[in-house]
Every structure is written in C-alpha cells, then in structure tokens.
C-alpha cells in the first residue's frame, strides 16, 4: 500500500505569544498581521494555566465579582431609590428620557448637552415610570449602570481572552475593581454604556487580536458611532481604528468610516434636523466653555486615572504612578527580542488609552466618573505590557499574584464602600411639601425625579432636565461658578421659568446653576413662602407660591 508523503505545512502568519506558555498563529493573520487568511493551530496547553475553559471561568467569576461589588453600592439603605443634593447627573439624563417619552424633543424643547443616545436608551424606563413613578424609573437606571459596568468587564475579557489567563486576569480585574466605578453605579452617567458600545465595536472589529475586513469592520463602525451617539469621546477609539486601517482604504477603512457615521447619524439625525443650531449649540459649542475657568489639579487627574484616590499611601504618587505605567507599556510594545510584534490590538488599546488620558489634562475640569472610559483601554495595554514584560516562564506565578491582589482589592471594596453612603432625606422632605403634578424648578432635577414630582400636569410648566447646561447655554458659556456679570438673558429665562412655577427647590449648590440675582430673589420674596429642611448633611429650601 502506497504511503503517503506529504507534509503538514508550517504556519506563515506572525506568531503571537498567547500567555499560556505557547506560542500561537494570530488567526487569520499573513506576513502583515492581516485577516482574512487560514488560520494557524496552536499547540495545546503547557499547563493548567492554558486551558481556554479557565480563561472563560475566569472572565465569569471576575465579571460576577464586579457585578456583586457594584450591587453592593446599591444594597445600602436609601441608595437605590433615594439622590443626593450632589447627585445632578441623575436628573440630567433620565430627565432627557423623561420628557422626551412625554413629547419635549431635546435640543429644540431643552438643553441637552450630549447626543440623544443616552435618553433614548433609557426611554423605555422613562415610559415604563409613567406607571410605577420616576422614582423607581432611577432605581432601574441604577441597576442598569451595574448591567453595563458587568457588560464592560465581560466585554474586555473577551476581547483578550485569546492571549491567555494572565491577561485577561488583569485586563478583567483593573476593570472590576476600579474605585470610581463605585461611584458610577450610585449615579447615572454615560461611560459605562460610551464603554459598552465602544468595545462591543472593538470585539467586532479584532479578532483574536487582528483586524478584520468588509462587513466586519462596517458593522463594529456602527457600533462605534453609537457610542458616540451617546458621548462624543468615542472619536478618540475612531480615529485610532481608522488610522490602522489606512493600509486598506476599501477593505478597510471605507467600510468602518461608513459604518461609523451610520451609528451615529441614525439615532442623532432626526434632532439634528429639527433643531440643527441648537443641536450644534448644545453638544458642541456649550461643551467648550462649560469647564470654565477653575483648573483640576494635575495630580487629582492621575490619582484618579490611576485608581488610587481611595488608597490614601498612594494618593501623592499620582505623577510617578502615571509616568511608570507609560514606560511599562511603551517597554512591552517594544520589548521584540523573545516576543512577536505587537498585534493590532495591542496598539489599539495603548494609543487609545494615550489619547484618552491626554485629552483628560487638557479641560479646566476633570471629574471622577471620566476615568471610567479611560480604565478600559489602559487596563488592557497594562495586561498586555505585563504578559510581554514577564514571559512564559513566570505566567503561573504572575497568575497567582494578581488573583491575591484582586481578592484583597474586592475585600478592601467592600470595607470602604458602606462608610461613603450618607443619603441625606431631602427626597422625604420634597414628597411631604410639594403635591403630585405640581410645576417645579429646581436646580437639582434629580431630587423631584426621585420624589416623583418632575413630571406636572400643568401645560405650561417649564422643561427643564439640567439646569447647570441650561446656564451655560442661555448665558455667557462659563459655568456660574466662574463669576462675573450674569448676562441679562439669562436672569430673564429663570425668572421666566420661576414666574409660571408653584414651587421652587434649591439646594446648598443653587448659586452654580440658579444666578441669584436681585430680579429673582426679589420675585422670590414678594411671592413664595420659605421652607427650610435641614438634614445630617444638607439643607434644602423649598419656596410655596402664595395664592392670596
């Protein structure tokens, strides 16, 4: 019997080191790193550090942890249904999803300072609340942040999971247990779902740390312009996909630019064309001068970039923190002698992160929940830098490093977290005084969102989502915090509001987004009645119109 003589031929593509101690074919990769070509198999498992069925455990337990501590947030007694006299963010953004589902478009009804992906996201709990109350309609948007924050995390261990366990050990990890996410979780923001959208767009776009082509990169496009139909930062990932894309203008780079506009046109489209200059106005415009004049200092910026604003020994090593995470990763990209180029993505999520964190020292403002974006790609370039740096030889030890670290870390989560939730009962207080249905300014939108007063049935109420936005645009572009002169037109648009409501809520922190000028204090005075609540950590002022 003739035998056979042919050989099993060796893989062309580029090598990728995978963390497991082997090294593999980047799936679908040529000489160039490219996709679309057969895919090289790789050698199994050197160790229990290898199998592919940890590296998904592992992505499940971290995301269920992460999950598990952000719950914990909302566990707390007044957390999930109740706000803070701090919490503004709140009411801006369900407040949009609010009065939209009640006929009020933004841009042209009121101000709205991002695009509309946010309120038409949360929609159909601002509906569903029509029934159950706009109390309980934060309370979902509350657990909907944990949903996205745990999508995050299983999002990036996906996208890395073809490196093996130590990165995705590490990428999962940082993401999880990164303290500003606790914050976000009490609050409604836009990065956890600008971060969803922005890495469901990664995951189609790599695969297995290449690039993809055609209808694969048209469609992460859209996902990616609907990230930034949510939040305008995802032209930051944009662009650096597109600029790895130029070697292929029509596989490549044609079809995620396309695709890119479609995502953020399709939802974005219909307002801008019902209100073109006050959709400019609001997202673009109002943006620059919005972060006045008052300069977040440098190391407040890296302290919380890096996660360690609630490590207290760590607090003054921002800068040195900051410059040995840039070394670590520009020495792993680098480091060729034993290791394979970089892959696609491993540029990607480095220069992504570098321009991310670049852009957060520019603004005169920086606040915690913005780290959130930033956390992700730098998570990611970090694991990748560690895994390079460190080699094959030392991953099980590495592996049980981080493991410990992470274990502390969500213990050390789990301490702190009860001591920063003090909700004061302004909610309590708004409920008791102010009737169902009634018109009501505040400065403060979440406090009547949470009190189920937000919505009136009066037909002439003003609307009214964010008050510090509407300062903004209807007066000088600075924040009232910045002083100097308040413009007339801007007196006149709250004195115009005030002037058809029944009550008017101010907190200690009205003056940044109510001017209190002698017209409206003096309006105030002649005809509303003075209530004053005071709490453990605040004091709200309640103003009854007098019918006599």
Known sequence: MPVSTRRRSAPSGPLEHTGTGQRRQDPGAGADGDAGHPAGVSAPAAGWWGSDRLVGSTILVVTVVGAAVSLVQLSHPGVLFGVSTSDFDTGSYFGAAVLLVHGHLPYRSFVLMHPPGMALVLSPVAALSSMTGTGDGIAICRLLMVG????DIFLVGRLVRHKGLLVTLIACSVVALQPDVFTIVRSVELEPLLVLFCLLGANVVFRQGAMTEGRAMALGGVLFGLAGAVKVWAVLPVLVV???SVSKLRRR???????AAGGFLVPSLPFMALAPAAFFRDVVTAQVGRFGTHRTPLVTRLVSMMGLHDLRALRSLGVPMAVVFVLLVLAGLLVRRTRPRPSSLDWFAAVTAGLIGCSFLVPEQYFGHYADFFVPFAAI??????DRLLGPRFVPAGVVVVAVLAFFLTLDAARYVPASLRYPSDVAAIEAHVPSGS????DNTALTLAADRFVSTKPHCPTIADPFGTSVVEGSGLPLADGGPVPRRLTAFWLGAIERADYVVLTPHSQLRIPAT????SYLSRHFDLSTYRTRTSTIQIYTRQYR
């Open 253 to 259: 780079l044609a079809p995620f630019v396309a695709g």
């Open 518 to 521: 002698t017209p409206i204090t």
């Open 439 to 442: 018109c009501v300014v505040t």
């Open 148 to 151: 996205f924050v745990a999508a």
């Open 381 to 386: 370039a970090l694991a990748v830098a560690a």
């Open 242 to 244: 597109a600029l790895l």
